[in-house]
């Protein structure tokens, strides 16, 4: 059985994937999957699924929720209860491989050891592998307390480091032909990282798209003026000065 929550939250087991449908079940799920292998306070699970409000009968309430997902997991062959009661609250047993994000973490991990000692093509690969289990933005639905909420922002920040060090690696593999689009893609959607912009300038420059960008550069200097009333960082400052001057250090490195 296998747990995804890079996405929306749902369950995979042999070759059928269900969600819970019950939001707050959904909720108490989702907490223990971000905790799994350690446990989560009775007290913690009651204020992520009731918030500041919780019912007068939310400890017994609790106690049917996780009822019900015992039998559902079992129902959908998980070998046995996952959910294991340990003072004071209760924790999701599970292997490394059985749920996403630590699958992700683990890639990810392994792509920056290749990048380090210069395995280029491995680095490349892992990493298109740990971005390939992102499934989309943790649902809004579910962010309503602190757990979730959490591993939200977490989570985003994580795949768009994953997404810079797999363009930067690319674009030392002489990849920019083919990242160009895809930049274009992430800078719509991610409009205030400066480190596309940067990879994008760079990626244009060496397919000979020079007024492109520097299009790029007024663009990202536009977005951060209105956005956030601030000037592009050094970095990219730097790199439009390269641009114009037409820098050699903008080229390839030899080796490629």
């Known amino acids: 059985m296998r747990y995804e929550i890079l996405g929306g939250l749902r369950v995979v087991a042999s070759d059928n994937v269900w969600t819970v449908s019950a939001r707050k079940m959904e909720t108490l799920l989702a907490a223990l999957v971000i905790r ?22 939310a400890t017994a ?6 009822s019900q997902l015992r039998k559902l997991l079992a129902r959908h062959g998980s070998g046995g209860s996952q959910i294991i009661t340990r003072s004071p609250g209760y924790t999701l047993r ?27 093509e491995e680095a490349s690969r892992l990493l298109r592998e740990a971005l390939g289990l992102w499934r989309g933005a943790v649902p809004y639905e579910l962010r309503e307390g602190p757990i979730v909420n959490a591993f939200a922002a977490w989570a985003e920040q994580a795949r768009l480091e994953c997404i810079d060090l797999s ?13 160009v689009s895809r930049l274009y893609t992430l800078v719509a959607e991610n409009p205030l990282h400066e480190s596309l912009y940067r990879q994008i300038m760079l990626a244009l420059y060496r397919c000979e ?16 003026n209105r ?17 114009l001057k037409q820098g050699d250090r903008l080229a390839l490195p030899a080796a490629v």
């Open 36 to 57: 799994s292998d350690t446990v989560v306070s009775s007290d913690e699970l009651i204020h992520e699924i009731w918030g500041e409000k919780p019912p007068r009968r």
């Open 94 to 120: 599970t292997e490394s491989d059985q749920i996403d994000v630590l699958l992700f973490q683990g890639l990810m991990n392994d792509g920056r050891s290749a990048l380090r000692t210069g395995r280029l």
């Open 227 to 243: 956005e956030l009333g601030l000037e592009p960082s050094r970095t990219l400052q730097e790199l439009h000065q390269s641009i």
């Open 167 to 179: 363009v930067d690696v690319d674009l030392e593999l002489g990849l920019h032909h083919e990242l």
């Open 209 to 224: 798209r020079r007024a492109d960008a520097l299009a790029v550069y007024r663009q990202a200097r536009s977005t951060l």
């Open 61 to 66: 309430t609790l106690h049917v929720y996780v």
